[in-house]
């Protein structure tokens, strides 16, 4: 079952020279995805948030900084489901992403180790290479997790560096989490043409 939000701010149209990137939100069931997406695109945090079934879709737009400008971005949010029976699905929903976020809850260690399935899926799923991040959510419950942790832990066990630790109740690195994927997608697929535009 898919869904549809939109952004408050998504009113504002970017038709010309804006690209669209497609990011995939994956994690286990419970770990915060969907109120991390709702925090980014709709600033709220709601505690009784519903489990997604199936996947749900957002739009945001965002200016990506290349340089000395900005660029428009339209951001597709896919937020899927956590529990395993949906994973099936995953291949048809993986199709096209530029971006991943693999989610676990800080609170909960074992949801890190979990994604080692998620990106290996993923792997064997994906036509071409992706940019994977790792956010450990509710940070609001392990307030003494340090960046310089979470980066040897995602690197030792998933052999991803490039992770953040975010909460949606706070909204701690959340604005800072979307931003610095839409540019490292940007930067990966987009930035070379880009510059021969100039």
Known sequence: MISLQQGSDSDELFL???????????????????????????????????????????????DVPVGDSKVHVRLQIWDFCGERRYRQLLPIYSQGTHGIFLCFDLSRPETLTQLQDWKLVLLRTLKRPAVFMVLGLKSDLNPEITLESLQDQTSRILRIKESLHCSAKTGENVEEAFNRIALLMFDKFFKNKENEDQ
């Open 16 to 62: 010309e020279d804006t690209y669209v990137l497609k990011l995939l939100v994956v994690g286990g069931a419970g770990v915060g995805k969907t109120s991390l997406v709702r925090r980014y695109v709709d600033k709220i945090w709601n505690p009784r948030t519903l489990k997604t079934i199936g996947v749900d879709f957002s739009l945001k737009n965002v």
